[in-house]
């Protein structure tokens, strides 16, 4: 059954304790009566402000090998944050690799997303405003309390309206996959400062592709299930979802999209957070990655392999990362395209324009 009641169970602040955000409503580019209370109070849902990291193997202790963690590498510095913690705060402000990042995560729209979080010069710090825009999480800067929109980067509301925050490009995969290619990298610690149940999904069978969203007041979009995991990517005013069954079947795809190459990889195994009561129990739902499809100059065409991908021009075989691994390009990265992982139905309320792979 369905435990959309721990929702508000999520936030064990006490009313003392909770903020009162003065954002300046006067400037608002969505209407205000569309962003809706999703029960806790503003910082109800905490934000994790000063992230401790262990090594992967002190966090194999309590990480399963097909648990999904959100991997971020920023100039050569590489970490993983697994969902069991984020879908608790939602939000952590880190700096990775020198540079100041929000890490994102809303269970509603099972989206994973990292931004760099430098607004003209000022850094800003993240937290979770216990409110909603389209069944999304709604997160607000300490320093101006304007509104944010996850799914899209961009304050809606408040004195910075308008101004949108820098993707960074991350991936959602297992906590083995990441750890094989990184096994110097950090993983997110447990100790957080707070008394969660990390490792239990709250939001226990959430991820059924036809059950409807959430808080989700707009009929969502007929073309795909409402709650099919898809890719999103968005690239000037062009955005195509690219649906994980066809993913899953295929194993990569190759596309053009606003004039550019794109190959997007599917790797089997990776586990859903959004399943299961105990994410470690939760059916494998696989992992993606999207790149562009030019190595210096040259387009390389791909296909899936079992031991991960390889191109046909030269026979190098990669990663879920793209990361060359044997071959004549070992060594040799594809550069990543900024995309999000989520659900159809709020990749396509954030992109009603939006194509999809495979449908004319």
């Known amino acids: 059954m369905l435990a959309l ?17 003065r954002t300046d409503t006067s400037k608002a580019l969505v209407p205000l009566d569309e962003i809706i ?15 401790a990291f262990v090594s992967p193997s002190e966090a194999a202790r309590w990480l399963v090998p097909k648990e999904p963690v959100l991997a971020v590498q920023v100039k ?9 913690i984020l879908m608790w705060h939602e939000i952590v402000n880190d700096v990775v690799g020198g540079v100041p990042v929000t890490v994102t995560y809303c269970p509603l729209c099972n989206s994973g997303i990292v931004f760099e979080r430098v607004v003209d010069g000022t850094t800003l ?3 979770t405003s216990g409110k909603l825009y389209k069944s999304d999480l709604v997160m607000y800067d300490r320093q101006s309390h304007s509104l944010w929109a996850q799914m899209e980067g961009r304050a809606i509301v408040g004195t910075r309206a308008g101004t949108k925050l820098t993707l960074v490009p991350a991936n959602t995969l297992s906590f083995e996959e990441w750890r094989a290619i990184h096994p110097a990298g950090k993983v997110l610690s447990r100790d957080t400062g707070h008394t969660r ?23 969502p979009d007929p073309r795909r299930p409402p709650k099919e995991r898809v890719v999103g990517i968005k690239l000037g005013d062009a955005a195509r979802a690219y649906p994980w069954p066809v993913l899953a079947e295929r194993r990569v795809l190759h596309d053009r999209l606003a004039g550019q190459a794109l190959v997007i990889f599917y790797q089997p195994g990776a586990l859903s957070a959004l399943d299961d009561e105990e994410i470690s129990r939760s059916r494998a739902v696989g992992a993606t990655s999207a ?15 079992p031991e991960g991908f390889r191109d046909t021009e030269t026979g ?20 990543a395209v900024p995309h999000v992982d989520a659900f159809w139905f709020a990749w396509a309320a954030f992109n009603p324009a939006t194509t999809v792979y495979g449908e004319r």
């Not at 050569?76 to 069991?84: D, E, F, I, K």
């Not at 149940?197 to 009929?219: A, H, I, K, M, T």
């Not at 990669?318 to 390009?329: D, I, K, R, S, Y």
Request: charged content about 15%.
């Open 5 to 21: 009641v721990t929702l508000a169970s999520l936030a064990l602040v006490s009313a003392g304790e909770a903020i009162t955000l």
């Open 37 to 51: 209370s999703g029960g806790p109070p503003p910082d109800g849902i905490p934000a994790i402000d000063r992230p």
């Open 76 to 84: 050569g510095v590489a970490r993983a944050y697994p969902l069991q």
């Open 125 to 127: 710090d993240f937290g």
């Open 197 to 219: 149940r990390y490792g239990v999904n709250p939001y226990e069978s959430y991820d059924q592709p036809q059950l409807r969203p959430f808080l989700f007041r707009d009929r």
């Open 291 to 305: 790149f562009s499809g030019v190595l210096e100059g040259r387009t390389l065409i791909f296909q899936a392999t």
């Open 316 to 335: 190098s075989t990669w990663n879920l990362l793209g990361h060359a691994v044997t071959g004549p390009l070992a060594g040799s990265r594809l550069t």
